[in-house]
């Protein structure tokens, strides 16, 4: 049996129809960058969310790059992040003119509020808490800091549409969050796409001013072309009346690894915190014999992945923060251990069994 990382082909195939159809109508209209199609999405992505603004713009890091720019980020400002995410995160502090700061992550594998205080310094201006794999971060602490010194907070959405931390959706805790929507995220499009979202609608009309050139016939300040086209928002539209289904799906797939896995001692489940609904963009199990659970599984047809083989720190791109393991243990620890199995909302229970059978006979 082969079972892929993802599926998009098959997730395709359920709602082939309407997509045709969606594109189809995009395509008669030519409305093809913004417009209609673009504001409909806009809207339908802010009241699912639960948000007063919702802003597109052309990916997910565009859309941090956008927030970080629209707080007033100034030369040299540090912004806190964590140590542990896709690059997206702090490449964008850097491009927008700040200087990165990691700090750690705890057994969530989402930013450890208990070392943010100490990384504080006068030039701090903000903190990205990313929520890892789909669990939120600890944004209770997060904003509790925040508050005391003054910072911002940008919520990074990207991997956790949906997912809720004190019964409140991840996207409208922070002062304003970022989606993406590449394809193999929980809500994905046919190619790129993100937007942000806020209630803060000064803020919101600063963004779509910044992305949008700075502004239409006058331009008030140098922007950037950041846009999502008609052909995305139509099919993101076709998708979002699904994503509560395709949430609790992927959520009963996770209970379904986690029953057949927690007898297995030599494999780490993933810890889900208090007040946190985890939507399982990713199933991250932790195992000393990562490598070779890995190429058991490949060879039996099974695809797996590591998110990520290196923290950030780690990597050749802030060799010049001359950070050490011992500066993030966590995060180090678990570039070795981690490794993301098969889940996505198409994956068939008997698709599941087989990879329950292949993870057990390794490990018998
Ligand atoms: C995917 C992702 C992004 C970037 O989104 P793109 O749409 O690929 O630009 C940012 N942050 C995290 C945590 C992500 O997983």
Redesign the pocket.
Known sequence: MKIPFNDLYTQYQSIKKDIDQAISSVITDSAFIRGQYVDEFEKSFAKEIGVENCVSCA??????YIAIKCLELQQGDEVITTAH??I??SQTITQAGGKVVFVDTDETFTINPNQIEEKITPKTVGIIP?H?FGQPADMGRILEIAKKYGLWVIE?C??AHLAEYENRRVGTIGDIA?F???PG?NLGAMG???CLVTNDSALANWCKLYARHGGKGEHLIEGINSRMDGLQAAILSVKLPYLQDWTRRRQRIASLYIQELNNIEEIMLPTIAEERTHVY?LFVIRTTKRDELYQHLSEGGISTSVNYPKALPFNPAYSYLKHTHADFPNAFKNQKEILSLPIYPEITDEMLEYVFRQIHSFFK
Do not use: I, M, P, R
């Open positions: 990916n997910g890091t565009d859309a941090l995410s896709w997206s995160t990313v890892l990074d990207a991997q970022t993406s929507f590449y995220k790129d796409a993100g963009h």
